[in-house]
Structure formats: C-alpha cells, structure tokens
C-alpha cells in the first residue's frame, strides 16, 4: 500500500531563513499531491496542491516542487517567519476518494 | 472562507458507551471524510462519503463504526460501544465537487472533536 516518509520529525531553523521540507512516498505516483499546515489542537489547512505534471508550483513565500522519479516533493517557505512554526503535512490521493497523510514535519523558527 | 463545524469539542464517555460526533460540511459540498488523530500521531483516514453511501474505508472503520448523513446539512460518526484506544481527536473534512478556485481536491477539515474514553 501506499506510504509517506516526511523527512524529520522537527526542523529548527533561524527567522528569515529558507525552511525546506521534504516529502518521499513509496509506490506509485499519485496523479497530484498537497501539503497542509497543522497548529495544536486544529485540523490541517490546506496550503498548496501540485499535480504529476507540474515540476514547481509556487503562492507567496511558499515552494511546492514534485519528483516523480524520485518520488519526492519538497517544500520551501523562504523568508521564514516565527509564525510559519507549525507542523506541516504532505498528503497525497490513493485513487478514489482516500487522502492519506504523511506523519509531518515540526517547523520552530527562532526570531 | 466557508468553514467544517464540528460539535462538540470535547467528549468525556465511559468505555463501551456510545457517541456521535456531529459535523456540519461546507453547504454546497459532496464528499465527507472521518479522520482521527491520536495524540503525537498522524492523521488517519477513516472513511468518506459520496452520494450517501460509503466510498471507502479503512481498517480502522469496523463495525464499532458508522456514518450517517441524516438531513441535508449533518454528517454524523458513531461509534457503537468504545473502547480505550478511540480516544483520539476526530476531524471532519469535506471537499467540493465544482472547481473551487482552480481546484477541487481540497480538502477542509473542521476544528475536531476531542473524544477521551474513560
């Protein structure tokens, strides 16, 4: 069955630097793939979403890139602020209606 | 931005009770989903909804649980008898079938509804 490694389980990093997350999945390649971020206690919110075919996809300081021979995707926030500290997940369709999610990634940006 | 309501936000039971959690989709969407989260752990699919049946499931999703859309706007999970380990926090998500904003695979999860089991 399908399964998403996210790099670390915490990534701290120094204000205004670029944060980079990575995101590997086994199996084969979903036709698209989304990252969400999650504050304690609240649900995911979605944040961006790339498809197969698209190599980048890009909304203000965030980077989304995507791998299909690699299986990877990584995301970016650059310019990283105090408030980007979050938890983010990759998630990724498994045909059909099911999203799983990847166990995420701890951001701290120290200011 | 329309929002996934979810009530409510805590749930103290005793094992082998029954609960229902409740959730109010966006209106104008069609598909449902149950997650859970147990604490420190990843967010777990449980089942989705579409055209008021069950379009998947998981392992987890025996038949302790169902699903339930009872008028046009709820979208219930219950669990019949509980047990220790259904204590976890439950998120309601759905997701529109019209493109929203170039996209329609977004998925919008409620707050959640903290179930401790006792």
């Known amino acids: 069955s399908q399964k998403i490694e996210q790099n670390s389980e915490a990534l701290n990093i120094q204000e205004g630097k670029t944060a980079t997350l990575t995101c590997n999945y086994t199996?084969?390649?979903?036709?698209?793939l989304q990252w969400y971020r999650q504050d304690p206690g609240r649900g995911p919110v979605f944040l961006l979403l790339?498809?197969?075919?698209?190599k980048e996809k890009r909304k203000e300081r965030l980077k989304v890139t995507f791998d299909t021979t690699l299986k990877q995707s990584l995301f970016h926030i650059t310019a990283s602020q105090p408030a980007d500290s979050a938890t983010y997940l990759c998630?990724?369709?498994?045909?059909?209606?099911?999203?799983?999610f990847g166990a995420g990634t701890r951001l701290f940006v120290k200011a | 931005e329309p929002e996934v309501t979810q009530t409510p936000s805590h749930q103290v039971t005793q094992m082998g009770q029954e609960v229902i959690l409740r959730c109010v989709p966006i209106s104008n969407h069609l598909y449902f989903y149950w997650y859970r989260q147990i604490l420190g752990q990843k967010v777990e699919f449980l089942v989705s909804?579409?055209?008021?049946?069950?379009?998947?499931k998981s392992e987890i999703f025996d038949d302790q649980f169902s699903v339930e859309r009872p008028d046009g706007s709820n979208f219930t999970l219950k669990i019949r008898s509980t047990k220790l380990e259904d204590s976890a926090m439950y998120f309601c998500a759905s997701r529109g079938l019209e493109r929203f904003r170039g996209t329609n695979e977004k998925l919008f999860f409620g707050s959640g509804t903290q179930l401790s089991v006792l």
């Open positions: 909804f579409y055209n008021n049946e069950i379009s998947e």
């Open positions: 790339i498809r197969e075919n698209e």
């Open positions: 199996n084969y390649s979903p036709a698209y």
């Open positions: 998630a990724l369709n498994t045909g059909g209606f099911k999203t799983i």
